[in-house]
């Protein structure tokens, strides 16, 4: 079974520009998550999407936005960069069943940075 | 604020040593998992404890998940310098489907 695969790898934009990045769950798997990761504040939840609606969301600004398709696969956009937006995004799929027993596995990442 | 604190945050050894990482909060989880990342990559997942006082051992690693679902610990019998890395412990406040991380543990081993 294929992984979680994000594209891009790496992501090189300026200051005002916009960007957007693309998730691919493990098949059967119907949530995302998205993350944003720095050394200074670790890894951050961004928003979750489960069946192309977003179902919970963490303390980023609306610049910050993502959307889920039927099949599953997710998309986030960031716009009006900032210089502090370059990070590594992380993007989590789950089988979303029963919360007691629900595992996230991750993707590779999409390293960007913000000049 | 729900907070997972997980410490301590650097660790460097020498090879052969035994370590504990430690993840604590006042939330309570319906499952906790361990990762560890490399540098660039995302993190893979160890393992997921789910019962409180459950014990999991993969090979030379064993995860205990607390009685009260509130914490958690990671050793590392005879660590290895390829378990170098970054662990990172994650929970699933219970009731929800919201994850919470924890700041991370850096692992330099030694040869």
């Known amino acids: 079974k294929a992984g979680v695969t994000q594209t891009p790898r790496y992501l090189i934009k300026t200051r005002g520009q916009q960007v957007t990045l693309s998730c691919s769950p493990i098949?059967?798997?119907?949530?995302v998550s998205w993350y944003q990761q720095t050394p200074g504040q670790g890894l951050q939840f961004l928003f979750e999407?489960?069946?192309?609606?977003?179902?919970n969301k963490g303390n980023f600004p609306g610049r910050f936005s993502g959307r889920q398709f039927s099949n599953s696969r997710s998309e986030m956009n960031v716009s009006t960069l900032e210089l502090g937006d370059s990070a590594l995004y992380l993007c989590?799929?789950?089988?979303?069943?029963?919360?007691?027993?629900?595992?996230?596995?991750f993707g590779p990442g999409t390293r960007l940075t913000v000049l | 604020t729900q907070l997972l604190e997980q410490s301590p945050q650097f660790l460097s050894i020498q090879e052969g040593e035994n370590l504990t990482v430690y993840c604590n909060s006042s939330?309570?989880?319906?499952?906790l998992q361990w990762y560890r990342q490399e540098p660039g990559e995302g993190p893979v997942l160890l393992v997921t404890v789910v019962t409180g006082g459950e014990v999991k051992k993969l090979k030379r690693l064993t995860f205990q998940f607390g009685d009260a679902r509130k914490d958690s610990s990671l050793h590392i019998t005879a660590a290895q310098p390829g378990d170098t890395g970054l662990y990172l412990c994650?929970?699933?406040?219970?009731?929800?489907?919201?994850?919470?991380f924890g700041t991370g543990t850096r692992l330099k081993v030694l040869a």
């Open positions: 999407y489960f069946s192309e609606t977003q179902r």
């Open positions: 098949s059967g798997h119907r949530s």
């Open positions: 994650a929970g699933c406040i219970s009731g929800t489907y919201k994850y919470i």
């Open positions: 989590a799929s789950s089988l979303a069943g029963t919360s007691s027993y629900n595992e996230q596995f």
């Open positions: 939330s309570v989880f319906s499952s």
